[in-house]
């Protein structure tokens, strides 16, 4: 349940996707690591607030207790931690598990890839941070996906802010965790959650939703910055700075049209501590409506600096950075968009299909392919003895094999090949 | 345990390998499949011999009962049946799970890749097969790995042998794995397993022995199929008459150089009912021993005609051929060769470090890297406000970045960019 073979047709459409996905990550100078499927149970537990209980465990069959891993950031920290690395850009594609309601029409699924890339090291600030929204910028804007919007927004931030509202400490995880829904739900199921289920005063609630309702650029960073309360909240100075100089750094990319700064913004995750981002695709469902749809996110991330610190004895903290392209969901949309423009995609590479006119001609055609494989040339050639030339050229079609090189007993007796291009009929001896 | 993390130098190296197995895949006109992680239990179970124990099962958390994949072998046929797919070509790399004793530096581990290719459907007989060991020839001399040889044998030729030697058909898997030892032991000891755990008699053990010590090629089969009692025997008839049709396709391929028809063949897993083969490299440990020493099993693979019809309701059967690449023991080579020769391997392709030799040039530095990054170049520069341009050369020499795009006060009031090769040193405006 929630898991789902990839026929040839979804493989080679994944790996045009995640090919795009890897060659970005590249252009920026990062290298690949690989890390288990399988952690100790103990590396997992702790790191990802509710998710904690979708971790899949392994059975105790002696040895050590294993899961099996719910993202690739964890087990990034845990392998700088124990290989105490400082300083390293790194990417990873691979399959993560979580034991979830699968939607798999919306792209939910309990395995599923996710494409991280992150930044770790001790640098000045927002430099990786507004890297990584390049490429989330880079990325979106490659494959095509129409219009998004990246929404960012800083974890001191929305502390300062819960900190003026009169939440009290222990409260800022939960709360954080409500103004995530934002982006789901109303404002007004958003502050009855906060009153009732988080037990905020309804004061507290009142003046949280006046900040979190929040969203805009450069100007609004000033505006806050100039807000009476929040400038005097140590945290939100902070993070608004760290905005601005985000800002500055985005303008130089030349990508702030396509940013948003959302106080609504908090991310799921325990472990962020700095900015956090969140890209969505916008759908115009209808063209004569105004605001555009959101359709769900499709890349996050944020900053980090606290996690490798955790799996370190000594728990020196490496600063680290990244983002995560949501694939599973991009795939779906590719893969409705290309069943929608009817394009066939080819699911093998094969240049020439090998083939024979008449009977008794299989040595002719071993002899001819291996020299093509030798040759480095993709070949195939039908699994028969004695099939009609029709059913090859059949299959030539069938599986978009461009050309066929045909071997007759003329062809043997002069020494040449025939080779005909499917699509045109054309043939010339060779 | 029996697990490890690939830093950047090995990924970058298996990368390598598993581009060269792939690339071969798809020479060949394989499409990719991809399958989950995770089978049902009870797709597992019964199909690996003495290896079931070796499955990795998941905790019962609820729902389905769950394992982690033990080869990609039985989750194709898994597939096919359920897809109801009666012709296929496909490859598939990913990692499988073995709770077996970890021997890591004989590339042994209990998380492991496999590169399979497998060729599913009714055809005329032998061919897939032969191309199944061509795929071998041409990777293993692709990698140039040193010298090897591919044992050939058939099951079907085994069982006879067992049959007209007295054995009792339901002992013929029993005989089969002990058999299977006689590359790691020599002929006595195997004689004694034969006898002492697995109860033949001793006479139709010494019969047994005269014929799985014998190994050669076409003249063996002749030989064989002239052998008054092996040739009465439907199974082996059969078996040889496979055997010679295959070294005659091989032949044509021009690789039985390489192949020798070892009747000590017989390779551990239930599932085989055809042709069967290992390849092995050959290590010449001293040159004055004439006799070259085998480093063990690089591929391997068979004919498994039933496996399908035992994930199907009606038993419909799909024959099909594969073999199975051993890249965690080639890669474990490669290392050693890559240590050896110290060479060192580039983790990253970044073409040009973006940098500037005065203070207060950041904004610069951000412009043209995203200038870079839009025109599709691989570029980096250093996370730092300012940082000295003797560190930025250094970068470049220590992690192989061919050239550095320096843009000092004077380049930018010129408008060019001063274009450095880091090796040379030579420098060029542009």
């Known amino acids: 349940q929630g898991t789902r073979d990839h026929p040839p ?5 994944r790996e045009r996707l995640l090919s795009a996905v890897v060659s970005c990550f590249k252009r920026h100078g990062a290298a690949a690591i690989d890390t288990p499927v399988l952690e100790l149970r103990e590396t997992l537990v702790g790191k990802y607030g509710e ?15 294993l899961a099996l891993r719910y993202d690739l950031t964890v087990p990034f920290a845990r392998y700088l931690a124990m290989n105490k690395i400082t300083n390293m850009k790194r990417y990873h ?10 939607a798999m029409t919306r792209g939910r699924y309990r395995e599923f890839y996710q494409c991280d890339f992150d930044i770790a090291g001790q640098f000045d600030p927002m430099i990786p941070d507004a890297e990584c929204l390049k490429i989330v910028h880079e990325i979106l804007s490659d494959l095509q996906l129409g219009d998004f919007v990246i929404k960012v927004n800083h974890r001191q931030i929305l502390n300062g802010v819960f900190a003026i509202c009169g939440v009290p400490e222990s409260k800022f995880i939960p709360a954080c965790s409500t103004v995530d829904k934002l982006d789901k739900v109303p404002w007004e199921e958003v502050r009855s959650e ?30 806050l910055l100039q807000d009476p309360k929040l400038s005097q909240n140590k945290l939100a100075k902070e993070g608004l700075g760290d905005m601005k100089l985000l800002f500055e750094y ?35 469902e209808n ?43 991009i795939f779906s949309i590719l893969e409705q968009r290309l069943e929608a423009s009817g394009e066939k995609l080819r699911t093998t590479e094969t240049q020439v299909l090998v083939a024979t006119p008449q009977k008794h001609l299989l040595a002719a055609r071993l002899k001819l392919i291996s020299e093509l494989w030798g040759a480095g040339i993709k070949a195939e050639m039908l699994y028969k003895k004695d099939p009609k030339l029709l059913k090859q050229l059949q299959y030539c079609e069938d599986t978009g094999i461009p050309l066929a ?5 003329q062809e043997l007796a002069d020494g040449v090949v025939k080779l005909r291009d499917i699509a045109t009929r054309e043939e010339v001896r060779m």
């Open 9 to 13: 047709a979804q493989a080679a459409l």
């Open 51 to 65: 998710g904690t209980k979708l971790i899949y465990e392994l059975q105790d069959q002696g040895g050590e207790l």
């Open 93 to 102: 594609v691979a399959k993560v598990y979580r034991r979830d309601n699968p």
């Open 194 to 223: 906060m009153v009732g289920e988080k037990g905020l005063s309804p004061e507290a609630a009142d003046r949280i939703g006046e900040y979190v309702q929040l969203h805009g650029g450069l100007e609004l960073i000033e505006r």
């Open 250 to 284: 985005l303008t130089l990319f030349g990508i702030t049209g396509k940013i948003s700064f959302d106080l609504s913004l908090a991310r799921g995750l325990d472990y962020y501590t700095g900015v956090i981002f969140e890209a969505v695709l916008l759908q115009q």
């Open 287 to 329: 063209q004569h409506v105004e605001e555009p749809v959101s359709v769900g996110s499709v890349a996050g991330g944020g900053r980090y600096d606290g996690l490798v610190g955790m799996f370190d004895p000594k728990g020196r903290k490496v600063p680290c950075v990244g983002v995560s392209i949501g694939v599973e969901r």
């Open 405 to 409: 090189a045909i071997v007759g007993e």
